[in-house]
């Protein structure tokens, strides 16, 4: 996985990024009562804002880490939003993006260089 300083996560899978919130990002938030998916094929430019997710501290905003096209949300996130707290790495998965150039990648931190962010 990739990490990025805004504590979002990057894991591909095949020509595919999956986009989740860290652990410490979800601690920092709180519980989480409402997130805001967006659309499938939907193309995004990096920043782009792309999912709204509200959590019982503070509303925040997650922006697109890659340029690419957004080919499926979690939509279980909708109805049971708390998964983003339950298991933020897994079944807490926000969308999947498909991208030109997985070599984007490579300027997002390692596990190690963001656990050195968070210390």
């Known amino acids: 996985m990739k990490y990025t300083e805004e504590h979002e996560w990057l894991r591909l899978e095949g020509d595919l ?5 860290t652990e410490h990002a979800a601690t920092q938030l709180g519980d989480v009562v ?4 967006p659309e499938p094929e939907r193309m995004v430019a ?8 509200e959590s019982v501290k503070a509303a925040s905003d997650i922006l697109a880490p890659l340029e690419g096209e957004i080919v499926e949300v979690n939509e279980a996130l909708v109805k049971t939003p708390s998964l983003v707290n339950e298991d933020p ?3 807490g998965w926000f969308f999947k993006i498909r991208i030109e150039d ?5 300027e997002y931190m390692d596990e190690d260089e963001y656990n050195e962010l968070i210390g």
């Open 89 to 91: 790495t897994g079944a």
């Open 102 to 106: 997985a070599g984007a990648l490579d």
């Open 17 to 21: 990024v999956v986009v989740g919130i």
């Open 46 to 53: 990096r920043g782009d804002e792309v999912v709204v997710i």
């Open 34 to 37: 409402f997130v805001e998916l």
